[in-house]
């Protein structure tokens, strides 16, 4: 026998042990469903690239939140697929746009769950971009600020409870406080998309709503997946113009950012498990390569560990049955 003075597998040896000492824990209450809505009624179409997901029209969506809603996820974040799409993206400041409609709609029929909405543009425009484009094919920042305003204006009028702009438009979350506070609304949080890279882990996202852009791409606005400072200095400017939550998307790839984030503000720290991670976790898993429910665990708890309070993901229910 050696005399070991630190024997680290002490704390290691039984599941009970384990699971004293364990130091992270999911629970249902960290996670937001994303949804995507369209309309009609009783659809619930299954998207081929995020198995498990679906788009819903808005009575579908209501059951399907009722059940978000018992197994203890509080929040769900909306994605619209509209009917027609236009150069500006109109229908995203029309009071009865399918967001609009959505958020009155679960408001009534569920009123505890937090209504988060994604405000951009890249859904209901023709070209696919966010937000306003000039003659020479690039994003008018400014014009698009204007459009922002009147966007979440609209969605908080409709009950909404936390805007989430996501489209990375310098001065985005300045400007929608102003908005909001202007026409009374002090209390609505925003949660800011604020570290938002240029990521191809978006792709099956875009299939889900049908948002790619027509021309180009978004490396003019989104930040290069290269760049650690840049995006610390775009989270510090969301902070600076008023964002009550920060958010670093994607997830995994960035595990780094949500800790440095997490360790430089004392705001809580979302970050979006988006569609590419969740996919590949499907994917790999109905081939038989991984244990899907423990891949998608492990992601989970490596965002959670990493700083993140708040974890956007398709896995919210899987993981909440999981879980519980
Ligand atoms: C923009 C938006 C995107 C996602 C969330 N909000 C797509 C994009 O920037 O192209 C991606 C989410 C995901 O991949 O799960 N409205």
């Known amino acids: 026998m050696f005399k070991l003075n630190r024997r680290p597998r ?9 699971d004293l000492v364990r130091e992270t824990k999911l629970s249902p209450d960290d996670f937001v469903q994303p949804y995507f809505i369209v309309e009609g009624e009783s659809v619930r179409n299954p998207i081929d690239s995020l198995p498990g997901q679906f788009q819903l029209s808005i009575d ?3 059951k399907d939140a009722e059940e978000t809603f018992s197994l203890g996820i509080k929040a769900v974040i909306l994605f619209g697929i509209p009917k027609d799409k236009d150069s500006t993206g109109s229908e995203t400041w029309d ?3 399918i967001i609009q409609r959505a958020a009155k709609a679960l408001k009534t029929s569920i009123p505890e769950l937090l209504v988060i909405s994604d405000v951009c543009f890249c859904e209901y425009t023709d070209h696919g971009h966010c937000g306003v484009i000039t003659e020479n094919g690039e994003l008018d920042n400014d014009a698009t600020l204007l459009n922002l305003q009147k966007q979440v ?3 908080a009028k409709a009950g909404v409870d936390i805007v989430a702009p996501s489209g990375m438009i310098d001065g985005m ?3 929608i406080r102003t908005a909001l506070d202007d026409e009374g609304y002090i209390s609505t949080p ?8 240029s990521s191809s882990f978006y792709g099956p996202f875009r299939e889900a709503v049908d948002s790619s852009p027509q021309f180009g791409d978004r490396k003019a606005y989104q930040l290069d997946p290269a760049n650690r400072r840049e995006a610390l200095k775009e989270v510090e400017l969301d902070v600076e113009e008023g964002a009550d939550i920060i958010m670093v998307k994607p997830a995994l790839p960035y595990l780094d950012l949500i800790r440095e984030v997490r360790e430089r503000w004392d705001l809580p720290v979302a970050a979006y498990n988006v569609s590419g991670e969740y996919a590949m976790i499907k994917a790999a898993s109905e081939r038989g390569w991984l244990d899907g429910d423990a891949a998608m665990l492990e ?5 959670k560990r990493a700083g993140a309070a708040i ?3 398709y896995f919210a229910k899987e993981a909440a049955k999981k879980i519980s």
Do not use: P, W
């Not at 002490?10 to 384990?18: E, K, P, Q, S, V």
């Open 190 to 197: 925003i949660l800011s998309y604020a570290a938002k890279f």
């Open 311 to 313: 974890i956007l993901t």
């Open 173 to 175: 979350v300045g400007a």
């Open 299 to 303: 992601s989970l708890i490596s965002i």
């Open 95 to 97: 009071d009865n746009g």
């Open 153 to 155: 204006v609209s969605h």
């Open 10 to 18: 002490r704390l290691r040896r039984t599941a009970a042990i384990r």
């Open 60 to 62: 579908e969506l209501i």
